[in-house]
């Protein structure tokens, strides 16, 4: 049997063992299912035994290597590339075939003849084919850091709604006005920081004050600006 592996002809193949396997799964299979998608096909699988002498049937020509030697290079060669090669065996040619073994016993008998079983594999090539997908990037929606939020605290929306704070100074009412509450916590300014320091004491609200009991926020900073 002529056997060429990646174009290099081997003196005899003494065998070849060509293996086609599937794994079936050992499950019941439901009725009216796909029955290949419970079949699992394995790479195609090709042994050749050979035996390449010093004097081949067929002449490769003259080389400064003996025929065994240069038979043993090439076959060397494709183990260290792990490149896959075509390997025309007496059934056909098969490519992307990758050697898996080699196995070269040797004993008395052999002689300078180069005894080889090679064991190749065929290897699935398949071709990836790439696109650009553009995709939108969703917008954060405007959003704004109010804080901490008491549950108990009233918000106002107009000026209209704001509750009237009579002010007081030294201890007599000086007059009325509408101040949302809030700002006393929102406030940046020294005074503002001080009345929340409990450093002035401030009267928020209608009805009687004590004597001393201070100026509200809207008069102190009316009084004292940033």
């Not at 992307?96 to 180069?114: K, Q």
């Amino acid at each position: 049997m002529a056997v060429l592996i990646d174009g290099f002809r081997i003196d005899l193949a003494k065998a070849e063992i060509h293996t086609y396997q599937n794994d079936i799964t050992t499950y019941p299979v439901e009725e009216g299912s796909d029955k290949t998608d419970h079949i699992i096909q394995r790479q195609f699988v090709l042994v050749v035994e050979s035996v390449h002498s010093d004097t081949p049937v067929v002449s490769t020509g003259a080389t400064a290597q003996l025929p065994s030697e240069a038979c043993l290079a090439k076959l060397r060669e494709l183990y260290v590339s792990k490149e896959p090669v075509s390997v025309s065996s007496s059934l056909g040619l098969y490519e992307s075939m990758a050697l898996e073994s080699l196995v070269i016993p040797r004993d008395v008998s052999t002689g300078r003849a180069l005894r080889f079983t090679a064991t190749f594999r065929q290897i699935d090539l398949v071709t990836n084919e790439r696109t650009t997908i553009e995709v939108a990037v969703p917008q954060a929606a405007n959003k704004k850091n109010r804080g901490h939020k008491d549950p108990d605290k009233v918000e106002y929306t107009s000026t209209e709604d704001l509750p009237t704070v009579e002010t007081h100074f030294d201890g007599k009412p000086i007059g009325r006005a509408k101040i949302d509450p809030a700002t006393y916590y929102r406030n940046e300014t020294p005074i503002a920081k001080k009345m929340r320091a409990g450093r002035i004491p401030v009267a928020v609200g209608g009805g009687e004050t004590p004597k001393g009991a201070g100026l509200s926020l809207g008069d102190l900073l009316a009084k004292y600006p940033k």
